[in-house]
């Protein structure tokens, strides 16, 4: 089946084979496969980390770009960092002050 990263992994899950699209760029192809290649059984190999700083609107925006929802607090927002916490939709839901930081309401 001709597909993107997210179907191609959801193929191989059952057993199938997905081809990437070749009217994306070479780049963009990279881009797809990587994803795939770094898929490990449902594990995120490269989370997208978020500082406790980053305000509530900033975290929807990043949300809309990533396609994630939940995502790991750390004290420098980045990947070997201490772990301060997560934040989920849930924990945004019903934030009413959008300029608050996250460590706010996680």
């Given at each position: 089946t001709v597909t993107e990263a997210k179907m191609a992994i959801s193929i191989a899950l059952e057993g199938g084979i997905g081809v990437i699209h070749t009217n994306l760029t070479i780049d963009e192809q990279v881009r797809e496969v990587m994803k795939v290649?770094?898929?490990?059984?449902?594990?995120i190999m490269d989370p997208v980390c978020i500082g406790p700083t980053m305000k509530v609107y900033e975290l929807d925006e990043l949300r809309r770009t990533s396609g994630f929802s939940g995502f790991p607090v750390t004290e420098e927002g980045r990947m070997g960092s201490?772990?301060?916490?997560?934040?989920t939709k849930r924990d945004t839901d019903f934030a009413t002050d959008r300029t608050a930081p996250v460590s706010s309401i996680m």
């Open positions: 290649k770094k898929f490990e059984c449902g594990f201490r772990l301060l916490g997560l934040v």
